[in-house]
């Protein structure tokens, strides 16, 4: 053999036990991410699960924590539809009070994390809106939406933890992580809510008018 071959050769040979080396590597880390993935996370429960096992999925690190942010906000509707059942929300109050100080503040912030985007995106479609009607129509809507998520929260005891401060004190810390022209664009949103809110309050029929709809099933992504 040609000594120019024969360290073909060798490194032809290197490469393959490396080859070899490494694909059961490759396969034993694939394993693991699909057990890590998978086995490890828990299952996300049903309709017909109980209180306290929805409570502890949404607790636990290996629950919805692992989801992305579209799943976690498909299931925390879910969870707001349940809580309109006066029976639920009274078990899942008792073990929200019952949780540890860190537990409390995991949950509201991973709550807050997961709806900021949306809120962040209702700002940038208010204020993109060809005209005033159409602008006014989605305020209304986040209105609504808005209101049905504070109830639910606070019938669940989410709206205001017992060891910790308030939704908005926590949504006002979240919205620092926004850009600065984000936030001072979610300002401004605010702020038009909270003039909206001072309109439906100062005139009867228009607050029965919302009072209705916020009364009506959740219509939040199911996915």
Same mark, same amino acid.
């Given at each position: 053999m040609h000594p120019g071959?024969?360290?073909?050769?060798?490194?032809?040979?290197?490469?393959? !036990?490396?080859?070899a080396l490494a694909a059961?590597?490759?396969?034993?880390?694939?394993?693991?991410w699909a057990i890590d993935r998978y086995a490890l996370s828990m &299952?996300?429960?049903?309709?017909?699960?109980?209180?306290?096992?929805?409570? &502890?999925? !949404?607790?636990?690190?290996?629950?919805?924590?692992?989801?992305?942010?579209?799943?976690?906000?498909?299931?925390?509707?879910?969870?707001?539809?349940?809580?309109?059942?006066d029976a639920y929300a009274r078990v899942f109050a008792a073990e929200y009070r019952s949780a540890t100080a860190e537990e409390q503040q995991r949950i509201v912030t991973m709550l807050w994390d997961t709806f900021l985007p949306r809120i962040l995106d209702d700002a940038r479609t208010y204020f993109a809106a060809a005209d005033? =009607? !159409?602008?006014?129509?989605?305020l209304d809507d986040c209105l609504v939406r808005y209101n049905r998520l504070v109830n639910a929260l606070r019938a669940?005891?989410?709206?205001?933890?017992?060891? @910790? @401060?308030? =939704?908005?004190?926590?949504?006002l810390k979240l919205a620092q992580r926004l850009t600065e022209s984000d936030q001072a664009m979610v300002g401004r949103f605010w702020e038009r809510?909270?003039?909206r809110i001072t309109e439906v309050l100062?005139?009867?029929?228009? &607050? @029965?008018?919302?009072?209705?709809? !916020?009364?009506?099933p959740d219509s939040g992504p199911r996915g």
């Open positions: 071959d024969t360290r073909a050769f060798y490194r032809s040979r290197r490469t393959l !036990i490396a080859v059961p590597l490759a396969l034993a880390a694939a394993a693991w &299952r996300e429960p049903d309709a017909g699960a109980s209180a306290e096992e929805w409570f &502890r999925y !949404i607790v636990d690190p290996q629950g919805l924590a692992r989801t992305d942010r579209s799943s976690r906000e498909r299931f925390f509707h879910r969870h707001l539809d349940r809580a309109r059942d005033a =009607e !159409i602008a006014q129509k989605h669940t005891r989410f709206g205001k933890a017992d060891r @910790g @401060g308030g =939704e908005l004190d926590l949504f809510l909270q003039g100062a005139d009867d029929d228009l &607050r @029965g008018e919302f009072e209705r709809r !916020i009364a009506e």
